[in-house]
T-cell receptor, first 110, second 110 residues
């Protein structure tokens, strides 16, 4: 069965370190998205991609970057982790509107 | 900024009762979607309603859309303890990019 996976599921890192969160989907979807979820804010869009080599900034993109070298993967990089980036991160993919979500990565920046 | 705002923020009911959640949004949309999130999990797509549709059903779910009022409602009939979750509305304005609301936490007591 097709799926979308994220790794790691939990990560603790220190302020200033670079962190990369992985997202891999086997749906063969062109569209992929990264969100962060914080209490009181729901899900906010960080970056998204509509295909290989395409990336776009979302609502809260500062301090994050993505690259899309193939259809299956959209890694999210925190260039220099900050405590404000402590959150739960979700990756999603879509083809015709409906989005399929990964299980999430809980990131703690100390 | 959030596009959708759900109301109420939290709802507690007994099994067998109906649960109604409302969503208001600000700008024109192509479609509106509802998602469920169980604690500690990713979001799961429930139903999509297009801007030219007024009502849609899926099992025990009934969704209405009033584009003149920029609002939607999700009705879960004959609720079960397993329906306990957070429910989010999300709007799309012509692409697969979604803007999520802050969610309604539903608690169904056995």
């Amino acid at each position: 069965d097709a799926e979308i996976t994220q790794s790691p599921r939990h990560k603790i890192t220190e302020t200033g370190r670079q962190v990369t969160l992985a997202c891999h989907q086997t749906w063969n979807h062109n569209n992929m998205f990264w969100y962060r979820q914080d209490l009181g804010h729901g899900l906010r869009l960080i970056h998204y991609s509509y295909g290989v080599h395409d990336t776009n900034k979302g609502e809260v993109s500062d301090g994050y970057s993505v690259s899309r070298s193939n259809t299956e993967d959209l890694p999210l990089t925190l260039e220099s982790a900050a405590s404000s980036q402590t959150s739960v991160y979700f990756c999603a993919s879509s083809d015709l509107g409906e989005q399929y979500f990964g299980p999430g990565t809980r990131l703690t920046v100390t | 900024s959030q596009q959708g705002e759900e109301d109420p923020q939290a709802l507690s009911i007994q099994e067998g009762e109906n649960a109604t959640m409302n969503c208001s949004y600000k700008t024109s949309i192509n479609n509106l979607q509802w998602y469920r999130q169980n604690s500690g999990r990713g979001l799961v797509h429930l139903i999509l309603i297009r801007s030219n549709e007024r009502e849609k059903h899926s099992g025990r779910l009934r969704v209405t859309l009033d584009t003149s009022k920029k609002s939607s409602s999700l009705l879960i009939t004959a609720s079960r303890a397993a329906d306990t979750a957070s429910y989010f509305c999300a709007t799309a304005a012509g692409t697969d990019k979604l803007i999520f609301g802050t969610g309604t936490r539903l608690q169904v007591f056995p």
